[in-house]
């Protein structure tokens, strides 16, 4: 593994995060098993929180393309074609991590992120993905009269991966039960997908992203954070109302009709939904 290289590429805005990163063969292992470390700064983006899809690459004498397909020949690696692995299958997972980064918490604001639990229940266009994760920031401007933020959801399909972004805030309203908090989001929002190479191709723009989150553990409440925390998203198309997704599309009896329940989740300190 002394020839081989690792390259970490962001592919939600294509910028390279570390390049040429030697590799370091594992002491006592077989000659092909290896560890590359390097050290990057991640953002956390405008409004307090941010999603990272990594794809780690290898170049040199060792090469994953099975995994990423094409790659540029600035990491040593010369693939072509696409990988051999569909994009929800754990061999592609393993060289695309899905990171979240955010802000510690802080007094009015709206900070989240973590994967999405596989129900039999989600439906839409894209509800068949096997693998999810979402990152989503809200605040309101310094005169406390209009929201700002963005949500940022990664489904992982057999066909691909897709990237639901949100790019303008249209209504965002909290609950008040004590100790527990509810926010509701309805946002415009524009659908990728991102194709081996790390290019996102336009799918849908103007769709209608809704988001509907329950804090179990409010700031200064007696509980433990995280433990209690649900979400829901809504992805609709702007032009004939159509679904594109539901992480829990339920028949809802008091109002007679389909809407996507709340799901249990969980993320690492608390940090599925924070209302502050």
């Known amino acids: ?20 990163v030697k590799v370091s063969p594992v002491l006592g292992s077989s000659v092909t098993t290896g560890t590359a470390n390097t050290i ?3 953002s956390t983006g405008q409004y307090g929180s941010s999603e990272y899809l990594i794809q780690v690459t290898l170049g040199g004498m060792y090469k994953n393309c099975q995994q990423t397909g094409p790659v540029s020949n600035a990491s040593g690696a010369y693939c072509t074609g696409a990988p051999s692995v569909a994009s929800d299958s754990s061999q592609y997972a393993a060289a695309h991590p899905t990171i979240a980064v955010m802000i510690p918490q802080t007094i009015n604001t709206m900070q989240g992120g973590t994967t999405i639990p596989k129900l039999s229940t ?15 920031g809200m605040q309101y401007n310094n005169k406390g009269t209009n929201p700002q933020g963005q949500v940022q959801l990664v489904l992982r399909r057999g066909d691909g991966t897709y990237y639901v972004k949100s790019n303008s805030i249209t209504s965002l ?6 100790p527990s908090k509810d926010a509701t989001i309805y946002t415009k929002a524009s659908i990728y997908r991102v194709t081996d190479s790390g290019a996102l191709t336009s799918i849908d723009g103007n769709v209608t992203l809704r988001v509907d989150a329950h804090d179990g553990c409010a700031v200064g409440a007696t509980c433990v954070p995280g433990e209690n925390d649900t979400i829901g998203f809504t992805v609709l198309s702007s032009k004939n109302s159509s679904l594109y997704y539901s992480n829990n599309w339920q028949y809802d009896q008091s109002i007679l009709g389909w809407r996507t329940i709340q799901e249990q989740i969980s993320g690492p300190g608390g940090s599925a939904v924070r209302i502050n």
């Open 1 to 20: 593994m002394t020839n081989a290289t690792v390259t970490f590429t962001d592919m939600l805005s294509g910028k390279v995060l570390a390049s040429n």
């Open 40 to 42: 990057v700064t991640l």
């Open 122 to 136: 989600a439906a839409g266009t894209y509800g068949d993905a096997t693998a999810g994760s979402y990152t989503l």
């Open 173 to 178: 309203s909290f609950g008040s039960t004590y």
